[in-house]
């Protein structure tokens, strides 16, 4: 990869932390925020759907406007406007002010992924694709394991502390986009329409499912509902079967960050220069499940945090290369697969915390049983569209 690509890469990783970072400082505080304006569980849930569901429409709007103005504005939108939602979050006196600064937050942050991957798709070969993929996705990691860190730290001081901390950090990151990025999209590369004008243009997302990364979004969607089924009540499950506190539960959640974002920076690219997106995803997802099943069954701290290590692991070689695939095989704007591919994981993120949270209620197996089955229906799915391939291939 070249200096000046590496460069910008780190621009980009740096740009998404702070996104990322936004998030994961809000985890551990809101439910404070919620006891305070005499809010319960059911309002909570609705504020965090509302996020993915405002991420899951805007994103291929965001995505499709990029191909036509350039990449560089729409991420300094998405990112500056974060930052504005956070400080409008930390001022919120009001359930109803809640609601609109995450509605806000989740229509603007949806600009900063698929724009970001997109200029990875602009100005990477296919070769070193999948490794820039790899790289973003450990920046997002390293976002979710400082901030829930930094927000319940802060926190102890003022309240909202944390949500201007973020906002400022946004800032900076705007001004470096700014200063230090390049454009990647040339004028002339640019196009004059978009394939989704329609902000819930179902229609687009349908016709998506029977074109060539049609495959790879039902992937992307399985890859992360599966693992949102469990991340969505592992904290309920680790304080309600084990009884652990709130120090020991952030200690297991830090885990699932760090070895994702090590898995994503250090392992998928040198793996999938070496055996092929495909492959890789054929590995990835049975040893996901497995590792559900070894999370089902540890019974105390020590063999929790290695089972959890493996699950981490194995989740960590998926999206990046499921997402690099995608951008491989797009027969539309780059922008607009990746807003694409962005909107099948905010379904997954919407879809699988909901479904796991009621399995849960029936019996806590059923979460890991659940999950592993959305795991193994990828592996199944990956297969189909192996021996697909061969079949052209051989003809």
Known sequence: MQASNRKNLLILAFALIVVTLGFGVVMPIVPFYMENLGAGGTELGLLVASYAVMRLIFGPIWGSISDRVGRKPIMMIGVFGYGVTM???????????????????????????????????????????????????????????????MGGLLAEKVLSLPFF???????????????????????????????????????????????????????????????????????????????????????????????????QGLLVGPLTKRFGDMKVIRIGFPLSAIGLILVMLASQYGTLIAALSFFSLANALLIPAITSQTSKHADVPQGVAMGLSNSFISLGRIFGPILGGWVFDLDWRLTFIVGAIFMLAGFFVSIAKSQAHSSVSNQ
């Open 165 to 263: 901390i973020a906002g400022g950090m946004s800032v900076a990151s705007v001004i470096l986009i700014a200063i230090l990025l390049p454009e990647s999209l040339p004028k002339a590369d640019r196009v004059q329409s978009s394939v989704s004008e329609n902000p819930i243009d179902l229609r687009a997302w349908w016709h998506a499912l029977f074109s060539p990364i049609g495959i790879f979004l039902v992937l992307i969607f399985l890859v992360t509902g599966g693992m949102m089924i469990f991340y969505g009540v592992f904290g309920l499950y680790a304080l309600e079967r084990f009884g652990y506190d709130t120090s020991q539960v952030g200690v297991l959640f830090m885990v699932l960050g760090l070895l994702s974002a090590l898995g």
């Open 87 to 149: 400080v409008l979050f930390g001022l919120a006196t009001k359930l109803w002010m809640l609601f609109a600064a995450r509605i806000l937050a989740g229509i603007l942050s949806s600009a900063t992924s698929p724009t970001t991957m997109a200029y990875i798709s602009d100005s990477t070969s296919e070769e070193d694709r999948g490794g820039g993929m790899g790289i973003l996705g450990a920046a997002a990691g390293v976002g979710t394991i400082i901030g829930p860190a």
